[in-house]
């Protein structure tokens, strides 16, 4: 029954560590600021989120600090990119040629 | 087994942060390098606890949550300081 | 009387926080606890009116079930149609930012819908203004607000309109 535990919170570690390595690819290969918050912020929340299970079933003691550190990254995450990205905005960071519409330039407006 | 799989997952978590690291020595852009600084503590968070398991130290834990509370207010206030100044 | 509630909501809290943080129910650790969680409370209380807004009625808690798992559904299905736009090699992307509608009317109502908007991949809130939510977009499938809104906000709005308002 333990080395069952111990079995899933190996691949929970590994299955985690794969999407982060996917947010750090994401980050290289997307074209702009934007679609690098996308890539790079959300991949690492899911990944962290996987890698901190895992860790909590490899070792139950720590799973109340550990659940604690994955409810602060859930809800900060999605705020630090937000914020982020509104400024990117708003300072008029180069978007990638491939973008398509811009109603937030449009409505404020400038000209896409 | 179990332990082959923890070192795995520390080399993907390894390659994670080379490939952000490459983000936010690359730029171009003020904003490209905060989120690559971003993504590099998220996955810092992640490495410590790999090392707090390796190690079998809990109190390493608390470490990883300051510095996720940490690295939440920075990325605010560089933000902040990037939309009007300080 | 709401000021009352508010404030012992958010004392609570605190101090639930601080002893998931120790991770010890020991008579001085609680003591200091719930010290320091009364003394920011009572400086507090009034700035986090928000916590509050949650409406603690039977359907409210049913819709923050159906609200998580329906959350939990989409960050993973979205997290991997992400991981395929970055793994195959053309890179198919259509980015753009687009204007959605929100009904809901309460301040955390509308935190809670932007930030769950954020965390699955794909969408991303650039600003809320009042009402308006602009979101940037990975893959744009529509650029018009209704069809817009329809795909990205709708889902999520269901739930949070029971639990918020």
């Excluded at chain 3, 010890?24 to 009572?42: E, Q, W």
């Excluded at chain 3, 916590?51 to 609200?67: D, M, W």
């Excluded at chain 3, 959350?71 to 890179?91: H, M, T, Y």
């Excluded at chain 3, 009904?103 to 819908?113: F, N, Y």
Aim: proline share 3%; hydrophobic share 55%.
């Amino acid at each position: 029954m333990d080395g069952i535990l111990a079995l899933l919170g190996g691949i929970l570690l590994v299955a985690g560590t794969t999407f982060l390595l996917l947010g750090g690819l994401g980050l290289v290969r997307m074209p702009d600021v934007f679609n690098r918050i996308q890539a790079g912020t959300k991949a690492t929340t899911l990944g962290t989120l996987l890698s901190l299970a895992g860790i909590a079933c490899l070792q139950p003691a720590w799973a109340t600090k550990l659940l604690l550190i994955g409810l602060f990254i859930l809800f900060t995450n999605p705020i630090s990119s937000q914020v982020l990205a509104r400024a990117a905005h708003r300072i008029g960071t180069e978007k990638s040629p491939l973008t398509s519409v811009d109603r937030l330039a449009e409505d404020q407006g400038n000209t896409p | 087994m179990v332990d082959m799989l923890i070192y795995l997952a520390a080399t993907l978590a390894g390659l994670a942060l080379l490939l952000a690291l490459y983000r936010f020595i690359k730029g171009p852009s003020t904003a490209d390098r905060v989120i690559a600084f971003d993504v590099l503590t998220i996955i810092g968070i992640t490495a410590i606890g790999l090392v707090a398991l390796i190690e079998q130290r809990g109190i390493y834990l608390d470490v990883a949550l300051v510095y996720a509370l940490l690295s939440f207010l920075g990325v605010i206030v560089i933000a902040r300081y990037l939309e009007r100044g300080l | 009387m709401l000021k009352a509630v508010n404030f012992l909501v958010v004392w609570v809290l605190l101090v639930f926080f601080w002893v998931l943080l120790n991770g010890s129910l020991a008579t001085d650790v609680l003591l200091v606890g719930l010290i320091a969680s009364l003394i920011i409370s009572l400086l507090f209380s009034k700035d986090l009116a928000l916590i509050t807004e949650f409406r603690a009625t039977p359907p409210a808690f049913g819709a923050a079930l159906r609200y998580f798992l329906y959350f939990l559904k989409e960050l993973v299905k979205s997290n991997i149609r992400l991981a395929s736009i970055v793994l195959s090699p053309a890179l198919p992307l259509n980015p753009g930012i687009v204007k959605t509608r929100t009904r809901l009317k309460s301040r955390m109502g509308r935190l809670m819908l932007a930030n769950s908007i954020t965390l699955t991949p794909g969408t991303l809130t650039v600003e809320l203004d009042g009402e308006w939510l602009y979101v940037h977009w990975v893959t744009v499938e529509s650029t018009d607000i209704e069809a817009a809104t329809a795909e990205i906000v709708a889902g999520f709005e269901q739930h949070l309109e029971v639990m918020y308002g």
